[in-house]
């Protein structure tokens, strides 16, 4: 069984890691050159594509907006059923990456076309500029539009009845609690009614390690996922 055990010192540098520099005034500044983007294609005359996206503001004061993904055989005037909707929320510590970023934008094109679904993919606030339950609030904010949203896309394809939570890392926390918020005021968010949570790999930590941490800490060293961790947890919770 493994044992815990407090570090004296780290052997790495959470910081070079990820690829982020501190800033004195509490700010990060994130080298995105290691996590490439993809812009999104609305554009229906592009037939390669089996699936269309675009991005729609949300708060503007927040900067928060939604990469929103449509499979293309909706488009066929014999396709008549409305779409399952999923709300996606990415990865990356709840401090880096976006919903523009290659690997989500990849995974949300993929899993549009195969289901097919209509997907919502939310660009939350991110840490430690803005610490959590902002992304929590963002998600919630995402939840409110989508019922009210007057998007073209939205209201002609999607089933509102049939809506999942998604999301994998610091993505599946937010689907978590995203889920207990939205549990809580059920009558509120008609005729988006949720079906459902998908958690790939969710984070989720605390004072105590869990199973998890634990296996970590025997991965890397307990130094190095310790350390790696505290940092996290340091500047992620308000």
Same mark, same amino acid.
């Given at each position: 069984m493994l044992e815990e055990s407090t570090p004296s010192h780290s052997t790495i540098d959470p910081y070079k890691f990820l690829q982020i520099v501190?800033?004195?005034?509490?700010?990060?500044?994130?080298?995105? &050159?290691?996590?490439?983007?993809?812009?999104?294609?609305?554009?229906?005359?592009?037939?390669?594509?089996?699936?269309? &996206?675009?991005d729609v503001p949300i708060n503007q004061l927040n900067n928060t907006w939604v990469r929103i993904f449509l499979p293309r055989q909706v488009l066929d005037s014999s396709f008549t059923t409305k779409l399952p909707l999923l709300v996606h929320f990415h990865g990356g510590g709840f401090i880096i990456l976006s919903a523009a970023t290659k690997i989500f934008h990849d995974f949300c094109s993929n899993i549009a076309a195969k289901l097919p679904a209509v997907i919502v993919s939310l660009d939350y606030r991110l840490a430690p500029e803005h610490r959590l339950p902002a992304a929590y609030e963002d998600a919630m904010e995402v939840l409110h539009w989508i019922k009210t949203?007057?998007?073209?896309?939205?209201?002609?394809?999607?089933? /509102? &009845?049939?809506? /999942?939570?998604?999301?994998? &890392?610091?993505?599946?926390?937010?689907?978590?609690?995203?889920g207990l918020r939205a549990?809580?005021?059920?009558?509120?968010?008609?005729?988006?009614?949720?079906?459902?949570?998908?958690?790939?790999?969710? /984070? /989720?930590?605390?004072?105590k390690r869990t199973e998890s941490e634990l296996r970590l800490t025997a991965i890397l060293g307990v130094n190095q996922s310790s350390f790696l961790l505290q940092q996290l947890k340091d500047n992620v919770i308000k």
């Open positions: 501190p800033n004195a005034d509490g700010t990060l500044t994130r080298n995105c &050159s290691n996590y490439p983007s993809t812009v999104a294609t609305p554009d229906p005359s592009d037939h390669t594509l089996l699936v269309l &996206s675009k949203a007057k998007d073209e896309w939205l209201q002609k394809y999607v089933n /509102f &009845s049939y809506c /999942f939570l998604m999301g994998e &890392s610091a993505g599946g926390n937010i689907a978590y609690h995203t549990a809580a005021e059920v009558e509120n968010l008609l005729p988006l009614k949720i079906r459902g949570l998908i958690l790939n790999i969710p /984070f /989720f930590s605390g004072v």
